[in-house]
């Protein structure tokens, strides 16, 4: 990874050190990363179960269902104009992700895609969440989708909102 850039990858759940997440969230999030010309920076990404994200999603949000991925900032992201690119933060300590098996498995075949596909596209994306990039309205979603489509493009994984791959 270039310079500083430092992925810290917990498995909580087995099935995830068998399916290679530690190299996974290194690629992805490094590509997030250098696409945004940062070259330092933390993160740590926490491969789970979905009973375990469960719990995390009704602690921290108060929805009491799994989830494919979470993420928690290390800062408050200032408020900016629908549809423009945040001011990223001036810390490397990015935050944190969490990401569960079971809804990644499913959601990748329900949708026909390889599952590395699925879980590098969902590392870059909780990755943008903790740069400041939300999808609360259109702009703003088609602003984070099109820096999604971006990053995936340089790791050589096709367009995730296109239809089923199958």
Known sequence: MPDDICV???????RWGKAGLEALA???VNAALVWHCLREAEVVVMGCDDA???ALNADFRGKARATNVLS???VDHPAHEPGARPNLPDQAEL???????????????????PFDHHVSH????????LL??????DPDAETMEAAERSILQT??????YQEEMR
């Open 8 to 14: 810290d990858t917990v498995i909580e759940d087995e």
């Open 26 to 28: 290194g690629s992805a």
């Open 52 to 54: 375990r994200i469960a």
């Open 72 to 74: 928690w900032p290390s």
């Open 95 to 113: 935050g944190d992700i969490a990401i569960a098996w079971e809804t990644c498995r499913a959601e990748a075949e329900a949708q026909g895609k």
């Open 122 to 129: 969902l590392l870059v994306h909780a990755v943008l969440h």
């Open 132 to 137: 400041g990039y939300d999808h609360e309205n």
């Open 155 to 160: 790791l050589k994984i096709p367009d995730p």
